[in-house]
């Protein structure tokens, strides 16, 4: 296995590997060969620095982790190998939904991955598993983490702010607890900064009529977050920093100490591991690009929300070629 990119999710994924079943480090990569932090993660992990094309060329599994405006160009690099068997794509695959699909277009013939890891987590799973049997009147996500600080150009490169950076790895879990897709999205209160969205009240409603808040921001002093159901009979809560702990009905369901290593109770080595069953195949992309097109288009939505002064999007209304910073630009 290989990772493309040189920062945080690409250190974390290949510490992942490390951690995995079935899974080698064969080495790091980054758009350029001379990349100081490519070469210091080499350095970390005991693992050489190589070119797309050379990993391309040994590896059975490729983790693309670089920003997500080069990641079609790095999907074409691997399109050429004749090894490569699967794909894991970081999250937000893209920053619109049209370059979600040049990325599956770039790789036509190759099983992706949409990185999910929370979805992977043993005790989010088993909170999910309790939410499935229950009808939640009350379902929030409170999401809190210090402010990026990317610089004068982070919107453009990255898309967008705090629904998508972090927001687009937890749309997955708010839709697996609502139980279906999401059919709109309203942003009743919004902090928006020169096109990104800093802090937003994110109201979600489902196919199936479910209903969902989200409390987002960027200017927590150290990273939170907290997923909690509640119907008239059950409650459901997990909070996933630094490792997801859970309590079900006012009993506990997970501790740090049920897993040796920290990226094993956050799904980043389930993940992997996955993905080496996908490679073999042995098991299904999952959750493969759509869920990363659902979770752009909750971004999207709520960006069109927000422009518009809190008003419900239906989700069908998100532009195919917009990030959601450059429909808060306008």
């Known amino acids: 296995m290989g990772v493309v990119g040189a920062g945080r999710a690409a250190t974390l994924h290949a510490e992942a590997v490390?951690?995995?079943?079935?899974?080698?480090?064969?080495?790091v990569s980054a758009l350029s060969p001379a990349s100081p932090r490519a070469a210091a993660l080499a350095g970390a992990l005991d693992c050489p620095?190589?070119?797309v094309a050379d990993l391309a060329r040994v590896c059975d599994v490729a983790v693309i982790a670089t920003p997500p405006a080069s990641r079609v160009e790095v999907a074409a690099a691997l399109a050429e190998s004749r090894r490569l068997r699967a794909v894991l794509v970081?999250?937000?695959?893209?920053?619109?939904?049209?370059?979600?699909?040049?990325l599956a277009a770039a790789l036509p013939d190759h099983p992706i991955m949409a990185a999910a890891n929370l979805l992977h987590a043993p005790v989010v799973r088993?909170?999910?598993?309790?939410?499935?049997?229950?009808?939640?009147h009350h379902l929030e996500l409170r999401l809190g983490v210090p402010d990026p600080a990317r610089g004068p150009n982070s919107?453009?490169?990255?898309?967008?702010g705090v629904t998508l950076d972090p927001g687009a790895g937890f749309w997955p879990v708010v839709t697996a607890a609502m139980g279906s897709a999401i059919e709109s999205v309203a942003v009743p209160r919004a902090d928006v900064v020169d096109g990104l969205d800093r802090a937003a009240l994110i109201v979600l409603r489902s196919i199936a009529g479910r209903t969902a808040r989200a409390d987002l921001r960027w200017d927590a002093r150290v990273a939170e977050a907290a997923l909690e159901?509640?119907?008239?009979?059950?409650?459901?809560?997990?909070?996933?920093?630094?490792?997801?702990?859970a309590e079900i009905d006012g009993a506990p369901v997970g501790s740090p100490g049920d897993s040796s290593h920290p990226l094993a109770a956050l799904g980043?080595?389930?993940?992997?591991?996955?993905?080496?069953?996908?490679?073999?195949?042995?098991?299904?992309?999952?959750?493969?690009?759509?869920?990363?097109?659902?979770a752009l288009t909750v971004a999207a939505a709520a960006a069109m929300s927000a422009r518009r002064g809190g008003p419900a999007v239906n989700v069908r209304e998100v532009p195919r070629d917009q990030s959601p910073f450059?429909?808060?630009r306008g």
């Open 126 to 136: 088993r909170m999910l598993d309790a939410v499935t049997v229950m009808e939640p």
């Open 268 to 294: 980043f080595v389930a993940q992997i591991e996955r993905l080496v069953r996908v490679a073999h195949g042995e098991a299904h992309s999952w959750p493969d690009l759509d869920a990363a097109s659902s």
């Open 229 to 245: 159901a509640a119907d008239s009979a059950h409650v459901a809560r997990v909070d996933i920093w630094p490792v997801p702990v």
């Open 18 to 27: 490390r951690a995995a079943r079935g899974a080698t480090l064969a080495g």
């Open 155 to 160: 919107g453009r490169a990255f898309g967008g």
């Open 49 to 51: 620095v190589l070119t």
């Open 90 to 102: 970081e999250s937000p695959a893209a920053i619109t939904l049209g370059g979600v699909a040049e």
């Open 326 to 328: 450059g429909i808060l």
